[in-house]
């Protein structure tokens, strides 16, 4: 499965492998993923068990799901710009599901769409086949290998330390929930941005949808009414945390994360507002962005999360500084610092208003301070030492954190880990973290030079605002983890590395009029070699 899949999902050149094989390959991981599906409905419990032992109404359910599939599909064939807004629209969307002793959150929505996009862009379109100007993206190689190097560790989960069938179905969940579905969701967004107006429609729906949940969440909270994870806010009620707002994510923490990236990506669109010229639209822009980050600035307030403050802190770090410049930027990045240090002491008085000083000072109120995440680090580190070479294996830690516990006044109610580093390090061990270090340094070492976009301040700063955004995500991976779950990391990712490879052409290397004597090219320079050619041109008799 994940030769094939990898090898579409990197892009085969035209003639390299034929389209048949590739074909009767889908074909084959079809059948087998139905059938692990399957398998799965039959060993969980309630209805879907029951369901999946009634042949006749499992097959008029695979029935309205085929017919469904092939209409969506149809519709995103025939109206592509739609179909987009609408994945964009529906990536935080998720359903709780009961996958045999395991419950998971998955985004169904977001499945059942990214499959029709899928279908109709690469197989009713294109055929399987890649266009002949096809060049590697290498953020998308780097991501095919941190697959790879998860999906084969998945072979070894589970051994000594929990049942293989239960380790290696929780691994494979993983891996069709999470992975396969977003590098689908990578791959038809990167294909989709091929020019800025389709990149500011994608911006544009993504911080109007944020506008909309941060809304949701302003008149939850005075209310105190859970919209999700009912069980989940009553105990943290009952065990003395104040309500925090989270709208219709699972988690408050998750929901102030996309707050932070929808504020970003407002003040972008802002910042390139200003760039045009006086007219109404100019205004109309400028106001309905800045509305959107107000919302979610507010919202964000009633979230409480403070791990969300250190990634909007380092977003808006870039972003400062691609719109100001160092010296200007230094300062608005100071200004930025004293206020959200401000905010994060004021919520961490909020949620620990007693005996903070004293929690410092042992190890189990250090725990506590942080959510239970010190002793999950702990266990991680252990992981890490017993397996240093190739991990636990792919979603290892929640089944292995029983037996790597060190202190036993760890609950063993919070079992995941909280930092996608420590959680790499645990299930991958070297080899996974070479791969992650891998994939972190190929994207930020390729989507963010100043250079390559000349005089396009404004596709600039909408590309330091996603370089932003995806920096956010990896800073608040550190304390909540959730980096390669969060669908909103593969889509910024996708989009900056088309804006890097695609919509911006690297300056010329060759020496043209537009190269100066002494061999730099510059914006200027370019711009004043065009006005000669066209002086050149306009005086040259026809």
């Not at 689908?184 to 107006?197: E, G, P």
């Not at 909103?488 to 695609?502: C, D, E, K, P």
């Amino acid at each position: 499965m994940l030769a094939t899949f990898l090898a579409l999902f990197v892009g085969i050149p035209r003639g390299a492998l034929p389209r048949r094989a590739v074909f009767v390959a889908l074909v084959i991981f079809t059948g087998l993923l139905a059938a692990f599906s399957l398998r799965a409905l039959s060993s969980s419990g309630g209805t879907a068990g029951r369901l999946a032992h009634h042949l006749p109404l499992l097959g008029a359910g695979a029935l309205g799901i085929v017919v469904f599939l092939a209409a969506a599909t149809w519709l995103a064939w025939r109206y592509p710009d739609w179909a987009m807004l609408i994945v964009v629209v529906l990536a935080p969307l998720r359903v709780g599901l009961s996958l045999g002793s395991t419950q998971k959150n998955l985004l169904i929505p977001l499945y059942l769409v990214l499959l029709a996009v899928g279908i109709a862009e690469v197989v009713v379109r294109d055929r399987l086949l890649v266009s002949r100007n096809w060049r590697p993206d290498p953020v998308r190689v780097a991501l095919a290998i941190m697959i790879a190097v998860m999906g084969v560790s998945s072979l070894w989960v589970g051994l000594k330390y929990a049942p293989h069938a239960k380790a290696f179905a929780d691994a494979l969940i993983e891996l069709f929930a999470f992975f396969l579905p977003f590098a689908v969701l990578y791959y038809v967004v990167y294909r989709y941005t091929s020019d800025a107006r389709r990149l500011s429609r994608l911006l544009i729906t993504f911080v109007a949808s944020g506008a909309v949940l941060a809304v949701i969440g302003i008149v939850q909270f005075p209310f105190r009414v859970a919209i999700v994870n009912r069980a989940g806010v009553a105990h943290d009620i009952a065990v003395g945390q104040p309500f925090r707002a989270s709208s219709l994510f699972w988690d408050p923490n998750i929901f102030g994360r996309f707050l932070a990236l929808v504020m970003l990506v407002g003040a972008a669109l802002f910042l390139t507002a200003r760039l045009r010229r006086a007219d109404e639209g100019r205004r109309r822009a400028m106001w309905l962005a800045a509305t959107a980050v107000v919302l979610a600035a507010i919202a964000f307030a009633l979230t409480l999360s403070r791990s969300s403050i250190a990634g909007l802190l380092l977003g808006a770090t870039v972003l400062e500084m691609a719109w100001l410049g160092r010296r200007k930027g230094a300062l608005a990045v100071l200004v930025t610092v004293l206020i959200l240090a401000v905010g994060l002491a004021g919520i961490t008085a909020v949620r620990h208003p007693h005996h903070l000083r004293a929690k410092l000072e042992t190890n189990i109120g250090l725990n506590k301070l942080t959510g239970g995440r010190y002793f999950l680090v702990k266990a991680g580190e252990l992981m890490f030492e017993r397996h240093p070479v190739t991990g636990i294996g792919l979603g290892g830690f929640p089944l292995a954190y029983r037996h790597y516990r060190t202190s036993h006044a760890a609950s063993l109610a919070l079992n995941d880990s909280h930092t996608t580093v420590v959680t790499v390090a645990a299930e991958q061990g070297v080899v996974g973290l070479i791969a992650f270090a891998g994939l972190l340094a190929t994207f930020f070492g390729t989507t963010l030079r100043k250079r390559r976009f000349g005089a396009d301040r404004r596709l600039y700063l909408w590309q330091a605002s996603l370089v932003a955004c995806v920096l956010a995500i990896f800073v608040h991976s550190f304390t909540y983890n959730a980096f390669f779950e969060d669908p909103y990391m593969w889509l910024f990712m996708a989009l900056a590395s088309a804006v890097a490879t695609r919509l911006v052409v690297a300056p010329p290397k060759t020496f043209s009029s537009a190269t100066p004597a002494g061999g730099e090219w510059s914006p200027a320079a370019a711009a004043k070699a065009a006005a000669r050619d066209r002086d050149a041109g306009a005086a040259t008799p026809r």
